[in-house]
């Protein structure tokens, strides 16, 4: 029997009453800077860190000065900017939907979140984290979670709040980091004896994955690359066909192309009902927590 995966993304921080969209979360590090209108968040992170002479401060949205000199404490700000990230971050309340997450006790859980809220319901349940002092693994965080002969594994893929220099931001460490990924593709491929394992692209190519709350932007360069490297894994028949879903909520960031793309790569997607009602993303993910229970017990 595969094991069961759940990944999810920062919508579900967005049930918790100050939960952020991420473009919310980049204004507020962007230290008073015009943010330009682009769509992409990597590339609206290099635009924030990367240095510059000169640039547009804004108060409430509104453009106050142009052509304003960079102060000098800005000019070299990629450290600064994930220590208030990580600030920023810190400070959200965990949303309730993760103590139903964690009941449905998954093999693995991943998120692209840099916080860690799920742990905090598993050590309610009386888990505990195997070898705490040693959380880096590899490439991102991983942890392990232990109760008697129970083993949960939880993945930081894009880093963490605690090991602030392993948060992925812009689209430079992105970038570095699909070259990562791609080693392990290559070794699957080859059927390398020293294929990792234990690394999250090894454990979703190898597991029922269920994705949600992750609106899976089309700058999310790593998941994207894994996503037809895994198609294309799949065509060579290098190996065998595991079942991914991805559930995503009928609103008004609803991409249908985005879906059409996503069943092309043998991507099982479910479009969740939303009401629009002031309680309809409640529903929404209690809709989709009944699904992938529902699968547990019964597939």
């Known amino acids: 029997m595969r094991q069961t995966t759940i990944f999810y993304g920062n919508g579900v921080n967005r049930l918790s009453k100050d939960g952020k969209s991420w473009d919310n979360v980049l204004r507020q590090i ?7 209108p682009i769509e992409n968040n990597t590339l609206k992170y290099e635009y924030i860190v990367l240095p510059k002479d000169r640039y547009i401060e804004v108060v409430d949205d509104n453009i106050k000065e142009e052509g304003k000199t960079l102060p000098p404490e800005l ?9 208030d990230l990580a600030s920023e971050l810190s400070q959200f309340k965990a949303a309730d939907f993760y103590k139903k997450l964690a009941e449905l006790k998954a093999d693995n859980y991943m998120t692209t979140n840099y916080e860690s809220h799920l742990i905090n ?31 949960i594994k939880y993945w930081n893929i894009h880093g963490c709040l605690e090991l602030q ?10 970038s570095k980091y699909v070259i990562n990924i791609d080693k392990i593709i290559r070794s699957i491929e080859r059927d390398l004896p020293d294929v990792d394992k234990e690394s999250w692209p090894y454990i979703m190519l190898h597991s029922d994955v269920h994705i949600l709350g992750f609106g899976l932007g089309y700058e999310e360069i790593d998941i994207w690359y894994f996503l037809t490297s895994r198609k294309r894994l799949l065509r060579t028949n290098k190996i065998e066909k595991n079942r991914i879903t991805y559930y995503v909520i009928n609103d008004d960031s609803f991409d249908i192309g985005k879906v059409k793309l996503l069943e092309a790569l043998d991507v099982e997607v479910k479009i969740i009902d939303f009401d629009w009602s002031s309680d309809a993303y409640k529903k929404a993910y209690e809709d989709i927590y009944n699904r992938i229970k529902y699968r547990m017990n019964n597939e």
Request: hydrophobic share 25%.
């Open 75 to 83: 000019k070299d700000t990629e450290k600064s900017i994930k220590e």
């Open 165 to 174: 220099e392993s948060m992925l931001l812009g689209l430079y460490e992105y």
């Open 121 to 151: 319901p598993f050590f309610k349940m009386g888990y505990h984290l195997m070898d705490p002092d040693n959380r880096i693994y590899k490439t991102k965080p991983h942890y392990t979670l232990e109760k008697g002969e129970s083993h």
């Open 30 to 36: 962007s230290q008073g800077q015009f943010l330009p």
